[in-house]
């Protein structure tokens, strides 16, 4: 008999668990840190340990992730996609080998393979003779979403596969986000009136299920492949070691760095290292590492459960969220008007800094939260890099805490504030908002943008307050006695920043289009849209012309014009050629890239060269090689057994080329 406060408990941590899951997995919106969530699992798993007899299929401890969205068509695995078993020690790691051992029932050497965990979204590749043919998300283990349309659109993924492949190949890995690539893209979507993300992993999921694969496409997705499902025709592979490198071979990523351990002291020290030594510098946000048995005929031996392999082992590291106290919320003003709130909190040590301000991100989150001014919040650094307020420990509430308001006008003109319908973010459309104008120009002065050193916050503030800058191009403008009249300033640094801005006028096209804020360009789109126009051009083109553009959508399309439109805009323009920047558009060595803008796409088998060879040689002479045909398409080259892309050439009117044709224009 179980007693009925233990059942009463399973109960409620069960639903507790179900309900996090929910957010996390199906809605991409974790409640909690995994800390927390990890904390619960555990106490759960404990009590259904001590009483077996409260076993249930229907318990989280049972079952793998959240159930695949109605958005997308369902796709079942061949190969259920199982989880990982977690532990949080040196000691645990050292009881699961135990345990591995006592199942094998004799005692052999076992070595291992390590890797990171890579804090993404599972996500399974089906290449049929090499060609990439489907994607999904894991879903609930047994049927995930079909995402290959989205997978198609990434630029880190391989359609085709290199050397020597199997026939059916259906590898499994993780969509990431590097954490610098995390920062560009909130920054992006923030530009655009959109709601930033959370977190890294929020941002990879968010990208990878949505419905339009041109935004999957910007949203500089990675993918590390750390396993497989189906692996037909072709050597199977012996070892983990065995399998990364060919798939590497394949042209496929794989996780880095990774580590070879002939014993479990040497996977123990790999453990203890990664948090303070190979964390900090990894890149990408990783909550642990994962130790393999590396022999593939041992994991055949091993098997696995209902929920995961026995074989492998996710070591994570005990709790790093911390407890500290929201003292205010401020609300700050950004470059594009979007206001966002944030939480000023009493210092607090988390992961190696001092925390004392973090992004609340917009007003939602506030009350997704249920934060009020004066609470116990816990504190995670996302990536260890960029602290958020994860969650409120309402349990330490005493009353006296005081509930959050929505401004209704702007923190630093006063002007109205507004919320695009379908947007959550809330935003100040006053033009000549200072709070705006500073960001602008702190933007316009970056490093990417213009580059003007020794222009930061402080001078910036200075110049705007006093109504001595009203925007870009009145820097140009500036005099010694303008910089001396600035708190601090002495001879010497005036006449360096007045060198700084001059120099600054030489800065190629493509550096003034990225520093103009422009919603939607980003460094990449500004270098491609410098190719291709002048700045006069571009302030005349039509959004159509625009879209004709390889690499520019409809959105950024629509963004440009409605961006030249705007007022003041044009003076703005028009004062910056006064002053002498450069307008011209950027021209590639003549000769030497005659393909450039140009995207060609190969279908069939070529004679004199192989597919790799082909697309080598356009890249080189400046052209794009795209795996599918759009209207975008410059040629189809098509050689024996053409397929389907020579279907849909036909069908868009793109100019096809045989062998003879390309290798006569690619001479
Ligand atoms: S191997 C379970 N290796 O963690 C089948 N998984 O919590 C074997 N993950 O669903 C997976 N990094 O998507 C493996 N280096 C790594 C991983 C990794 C992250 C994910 C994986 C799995 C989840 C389980």
Request: charged share 30%; glycine share 8%.
């Given at each position: 008999m179980i007693p009925r406060k233990i059942r009463e408990d399973i109960e409620k941590l069960r639903r507790e668990i179900l309900r996090l899951d929910k957010l996390y997995y199906e809605e991409d919106k974790p409640e909690v840190p995994d800390s927390v969530y990890d904390g619960l699992v555990a106490k759960l798993k404990a009590l259904e340990e001590k009483y077996p007899e409260s076993l249930a299929p229907e318990s989280p401890t049972q079952q793998v992730g959240g159930r695949p969205s109605a958005a997308f068509k369902s796709v079942r695995h061949a190969v259920a996609m199982l989880s990982l078993d977690n532990a949080f020690s040196e000691t645990e790691l050292r009881e699961w080998e135990d345990k591995i051992k006592r199942f094998l029932r004799r005692e052999v050497p076992i070595r291992y393979l390590i890797e990171p965990k890579i804090d993404g979204l599972s996500c399974a590749?089906?290449?049929?003779?090499?060609?990439?043919?489907?994607?999904?998300?894991?879903?609930?283990?047994?049927?995930?979403?079909?995402?290959?349309?989205?997978?198609?659109?990434?630029?880190?993924?391989?359609?085709?596969?290199?050397?020597?492949?199997?026939?059916?190949?259906e590898v499994r890995g993780e969509v990431f986000l590097r954490v610098d690539d995390f920062e560009k893209v909130n920054a992006e979507v923030e530009a655009a009136g959109g709601e930033p993300f959370v977190n890294a992993r929020n941002c990879a999921a968010g990208s990878l299920r949505q419905k339009d694969p041109a935004i999957t496409a910007r949203r500089r997705l990675r993918f590390f492949a750390h396993s497989y499902g189906v692996w037909r025709g072709g050597g199977v592979p012996e070892t983990q070691r065995d399998f990364l490198r060919r798939l590497e071979s394949m042209g496929l990523p794989v996780p880095e760095p990774v580590w070879e351990a002939a014993t479990i002291d040497e996977a123990a020290a790999v453990y203890r290292d990664f948090k303070a030594k190979i964390l900090p510098g990894l890149g990408y946000a990783a909550d642990g590492i994962v130790v393999k048995v590396d022999s593939f005929k041992l994991r055949a031996e091993l098997g696995e459960t209902a929920k995961s392999p026995r074989w492998a082992l996710a070591v994570k590291y005990p709790a790093e969220a911390v407890k500290t106290k929201l003292l205010n919320v401020e609300f700050s003003v950004g470059r594009s008007g979007v206001v966002t709130p944030v939480a000023k909190l009493k210092p607090v040590f988390c992961s190696g800094v001092t925390v004392s301000s973090a992004t609340l991100h917009n007003f939602d989150e506030i009350k997704r939260l249920g934060l009020k001014v004066g609470d116990a919040v816990w504190l995670e650094r996302a990536g260890e890099v960029i602290p958020h307020v994860v969650g409120v420990a309402k349990e330490?509430?005493?009353?006296?805490?005081?509930?959050?308001?929505?401004?209704?006008?702007?923190?630093?003109?006063?002007?109205?504030?507004?919320?695009?319908?379908?947007?959550?973010?809330?935003?100040?459309?006053?033009?000549?908002?200072?709070?705006?104008?500073?960001?602008?120009?702190?933007h316009f002065a970056s490093r990417p943008g213009m580059d003007i050193r020794g222009l930061g916050e402080s001078v910036v503030d200075g110049l705007v307050d006093s109504g001595r800058v009203k925007d870009a191009a009145e820097i140009y403008g500036l005099s010694l006695g303008d910089l001396l009249k600035?708190?601090?300033?002495?001879?010497?640094?005036?006449?360096?920043?007045?060198?700084?801005?001059?120099?600054?006028k030489s800065r190629p096209l493509s550096r003034l289009l990225f520093a103009l804020g422009i919603p939607h360009v980003g460094e990449k789109a500004a270098e491609t849209l410098a190719e291709h126009s002048s700045l006069e051009e571009l302030a005349e083109a039509k959004a159509e012309d625009l879209a004709s553009i390889p690499e520019i959508g409809d959105v950024m399309s629509r963004a440009i014009v409605d961006y030249f439109r705007a007022p003041g805009v044009r003076s703005l323009i028009k004062r910056l050629k006064a002053a002498g920047l450069d307008f011209k558009r950027v021209e590639r060595a003549a000769g030497a890239k005659p393909l450039a803008g140009k995207t060609f796409v190969f279908t069939g088998g070529l004679r004199s060269l192989s597919r790799e060879e082909a697309e080598s040689r356009v890249k080189t002479m400046g052209a794009k090689a795209a795996s599918s045909v759009s209207k975008k398409t410059s040629y189809v080259v098509a050689g024996s057994e053409a397929g389907s892309k020579l279907d849909r050439a036909k069908a868009l009117g793109v100019p096809i080329l045989d062998e003879k044709e390309f290798l006569e224009l690619v001479k």
């Amino acid at each position: 008999m179980i007693p009925r406060k233990i059942r009463e408990d399973i109960e409620k941590l069960r639903r507790e668990i179900l309900r996090l899951d929910k957010l996390y997995y199906e809605e991409d919106k974790p409640e909690v840190p995994d800390s927390v969530y990890d904390g619960l699992v555990a106490k759960l798993k404990a009590l259904e340990e001590k009483y077996p007899e409260s076993l249930a299929p229907e318990s989280p401890t049972q079952q793998v992730g959240g159930r695949p969205s109605a958005a997308f068509k369902s796709v079942r695995h061949a190969v259920a996609m199982l989880s990982l078993d977690n532990a949080f020690s040196e000691t645990e790691l050292r009881e699961w080998e135990d345990k591995i051992k006592r199942f094998l029932r004799r005692e052999v050497p076992i070595r291992y393979l390590i890797e990171p965990k890579i804090d993404g979204l599972s996500c399974a590749l089906t290449f049929e003779n090499g060609e990439l043919v489907g994607a999904a998300t894991r879903g609930d283990g047994q049927t995930g979403e079909d995402v290959t349309a989205n997978v198609l659109a990434m630029k880190s993924i391989p359609k085709r596969l290199k050397a020597v492949f199997p026939e059916v190949l259906e590898v499994r890995g993780e969509v990431f986000l590097r954490v610098d690539d995390f920062e560009k893209v909130n920054a992006e979507v923030e530009a655009a009136g959109g709601e930033p993300f959370v977190n890294a992993r929020n941002c990879a999921a968010g990208s990878l299920r949505q419905k339009d694969p041109a935004i999957t496409a910007r949203r500089r997705l990675r993918f590390f492949a750390h396993s497989y499902g189906v692996w037909r025709g072709g050597g199977v592979p012996e070892t983990q070691r065995d399998f990364l490198r060919r798939l590497e071979s394949m042209g496929l990523p794989v996780p880095e760095p990774v580590w070879e351990a002939a014993t479990i002291d040497e996977a123990a020290a790999v453990y203890r290292d990664f948090k303070a030594k190979i964390l900090p510098g990894l890149g990408y946000a990783a909550d642990g590492i994962v130790v393999k048995v590396d022999s593939f005929k041992l994991r055949a031996e091993l098997g696995e459960t209902a929920k995961s392999p026995r074989w492998a082992l996710a070591v994570k590291y005990p709790a790093e969220a911390v407890k500290t106290k929201l003292l205010n919320v401020e609300f700050s003003v950004g470059r594009s008007g979007v206001v966002t709130p944030v939480a000023k909190l009493k210092p607090v040590f988390c992961s190696g800094v001092t925390v004392s301000s973090a992004t609340l991100h917009n007003f939602d989150e506030i009350k997704r939260l249920g934060l009020k001014v004066g609470d116990a919040v816990w504190l995670e650094r996302a990536g260890e890099v960029i602290p958020h307020v994860v969650g409120v420990a309402k349990e330490e509430r005493t009353g006296l805490e005081r509930q959050i308001v929505e401004p209704r006008s702007c923190p630093s003109c006063g002007g109205p504030l507004t919320r695009e319908e379908g947007f959550v973010a809330l935003r100040c459309d006053n033009p000549a908002c200072p709070a705006q104008l500073k960001r602008r120009i702190l933007h316009f002065a970056s490093r990417p943008g213009m580059d003007i050193r020794g222009l930061g916050e402080s001078v910036v503030d200075g110049l705007v307050d006093s109504g001595r800058v009203k925007d870009a191009a009145e820097i140009y403008g500036l005099s010694l006695g303008d910089l001396l009249k600035l708190p601090l300033f002495k001879d010497k640094k005036t006449q360096n920043l007045m060198k700084e801005i001059s120099e600054s006028k030489s800065r190629p096209l493509s550096r003034l289009l990225f520093a103009l804020g422009i919603p939607h360009v980003g460094e990449k789109a500004a270098e491609t849209l410098a190719e291709h126009s002048s700045l006069e051009e571009l302030a005349e083109a039509k959004a159509e012309d625009l879209a004709s553009i390889p690499e520019i959508g409809d959105v950024m399309s629509r963004a440009i014009v409605d961006y030249f439109r705007a007022p003041g805009v044009r003076s703005l323009i028009k004062r910056l050629k006064a002053a002498g920047l450069d307008f011209k558009r950027v021209e590639r060595a003549a000769g030497a890239k005659p393909l450039a803008g140009k995207t060609f796409v190969f279908t069939g088998g070529l004679r004199s060269l192989s597919r790799e060879e082909a697309e080598s040689r356009v890249k080189t002479m400046g052209a794009k090689a795209a795996s599918s045909v759009s209207k975008k398409t410059s040629y189809v080259v098509a050689g024996s057994e053409a397929g389907s892309k020579l279907d849909r050439a036909k069908a868009l009117g793109v100019p096809i080329l045989d062998e003879k044709e390309f290798l006569e224009l690619v001479k």
